[in-house]
């Protein structure tokens, strides 16, 4: 069956008339918030989210920030860094990292966004602290993890000067930082939600440490902008067509976005994950995207499944013709090379801000993060009281997957270290689990995902089925002012998930396994699925 163009398929036609019949283009790049809602209270919340419109090209002297940055960092004797932050502070970052090599001119960059302490351990190392600048970034100064890891750090640096911090301006971060004499500080605007900062400070500053050309990438930024301009045809503007796929196919039951990215620039569909799944994850709706599933056989694919392929350099990400060729409508993205990246994150921000619109959601809030947040804390209250947390248990993994119907999307959420081998068995997993039952798969590790599709998992369609997979750390690393260390934290948060999962009546099983293996649960999976 031969792939048909976006263009032309029905719902994105009129998904475009649609964005222009509203005037969604222009009134977007105006800053206009009634585009999303009639609603005073709503459209003052849009309002404030806007800032990411302005860091589509270079900002006013935020090279020569930078610039200045380095050259200090480049003289005193550093041979790596690490990113400690969630979601929007961590996950452009290690696109970063991990698309550009670092040459001469920048340090290895390694990001933590897990409170598991294997993670912690492994990337603040007592051994290798003395050559590392640790940059704390978050948004708010607030986000519990990136306080534990920030004080956790300030703990074992030899001195404030490893310590930089990327925040708003007036967080308690900005004033922790300034009271313990950090190295530097970085103030972002603070009209720039997290998950639209890649081409911020919280994303181009750990880029410029690892050596990334950042004028490059706001320029490249800046033509996509150009691009996607009021003034051109909804049909040309890349971030319209883009948005109006996303959302048309998910009004018409495709869903489940299933991103085939070239493997050159794998680490985008994580990014793109976040951005897609906390924007338009709520009031029962969302376009669920599906990254690094394996391309398995066309009959595996359901007819809620839509195809966005990724090429890098103009070269076809393996497998996703076959896709196309069963039938899945395609979208074909390029990114011609790694500057490139900047013009993927504008019109990805854009697109989704479409997308949004389209389902009639507000992109720019995420109503349900703060519940699992909350029951977090009752947990780590009941820890400092003296009751212990529960233990996981064996769970009803059988039960779980005979409750599996057509149109829903099985996600493995491990609260285990991000390790390759528990990765390749995950993988493993998830292939069983969409061969076997035909429905879409995801993959997160936790509490990282918390920040990625935890908004979409309680606010999004009830399409969602959960197996919670959660080890018992052996490694104790204390939290300085805590009253708990971070094995107890991440324990924490996966039964603080779990409830406010099981609180919207999803279908979730937590399942004890043991970290360094998890072979024993794809055997269960296997001897469990038809």
């Known amino acids: 069956m031969a792939s048909t163009d976006a263009r032309e398929l029905g719902p994105v036609r009129d998904a475009l008339d649609e964005l222009a019949a509203r005037d969604a283009r222009t009134r977007l790049h105006a800053r206009d918030a009634s585009l999303f809602s009639d609603d005073p209270a709503v459209q003052a919340n849009v309002a404030e989210r806007l800032g990411w419109l302005d860091v589509m090209g270079e900002p006013p002297a935020a090279t020569t920030r930078l610039q200045g940055f380095l050259a200090t960092v480049s003289s005193s004797g550093f041979h790596r860094v690490v990113l400690a932050g969630m979601g929007g502070s961590s996950l452009a970052p290690e696109v970063f990292a991990t698309v550009f090599d670092p040459g001469s001119e920048g340090l290895p960059l390694e990001v933590l966004d897990s409170t598991h302490p294997d993670a912690v351990a492994a990337a603040l190392d007592r051994e290798r602290i003395g050559d590392t600048l640790v940059l704390v970034a978050s948004k708010s100064g607030t986000t519990e993890e990136t306080r534990c890891f920030g004080s956790y750090a300030g703990s074992i640096v030899p001195d404030s000067n490893h310590l930089v911090a990327i925040t708003d301006p007036g967080s308690a971060l900005e004033r922790e930082a300034f009271a313990g004499h950090w190295r530097d500080v970085f103030l972002n605007p603070d009209d720039i939600g997290g998950r639209f900062s890649a081409l911020s400070f919280f994303g181009m500053l750990p880029a410029a440490l690892a ?89 595996a694919y359901g007819p809620d499944r839509a195809l966005l392929e990724v090429r890098f350099g103009g070269e076809p990400a393996p497998g996703a013709q076959d896709l196309a060729e069963a039938g899945l409508p395609r979208l074909v993205l390029d990114v011609a090379d790694a500057a490139d990246l900047g013009g993927a994150f504008v019109q990805w921000e854009l697109a989704t801000a479409y997308a949004g619109l389209l389902l009639g959601v507000n992109p720019f809030d995420e109503p349900n993060v703060t519940e699992s947040k909350r029951n977090t804390q009752a947990m780590l209250d009941d820890v400092a009281a003296g009751r212990e947390l529960p233990e996981p248990g064996p769970g009803d993994v059988e039960g779980l997957l005979a409750r599996v119907k057509p149109g829903d999307y099985v996600a493995l959420q491990a609260y285990v270290p991000m390790t390759a081998p528990a990765r390749a068995a995950l993988r493993e997993a998830r292939t069983l689990i969409r061969d076997r039952l035909q429905v879409a798969t995801t993959v997160g590790f936790g509490p990282r995902f918390l920040h990625s599709t935890g908004q979409l998992h309680k606010g999004g369609p009830d399409t969602l089925v959960a197996l919670q997979l959660v080890d018992v750390p052996t490694r104790r690393v204390d939290i300085p002012g805590r009253a708990y260390d971070f094995a107890t934290l991440v324990r924490a948060q996966a039964v603080g998930d779990l409830q406010a999962l099981e609180e919207r009546a999803r279908r979730v099983t937590q399942v004890a396994v043991a970290a360094d293996d998890l072979t024993p649960l794809v055997a269960r999976l296997d001897a469990a699925l038809p």
């Open 211 to 299: 050596g990334v050309p950042v004028r490059a990438v706001w320029e490249r930024a800046a033509a996509m902008a150009s691009r996607c301009a009021p003034d051109s045809a909804a049909a040309d503007d890349p971030a319209a067509l883009l948005g109006a796929f996303m959302g048309s196919m998910t009004r018409a039951g495709r869903d489940k976005l299933t991103l085939v990215v070239h493997p050159r620039i794998g680490a985008l569909g994580d990014w793109v994950e976040q951005l897609v799944a906390e924007s338009t994850g709520k009031l029962g709706t969302g376009v669920v995207p599906i990254v690094d599933e394996p391309v398995g056989h066309g009959d």
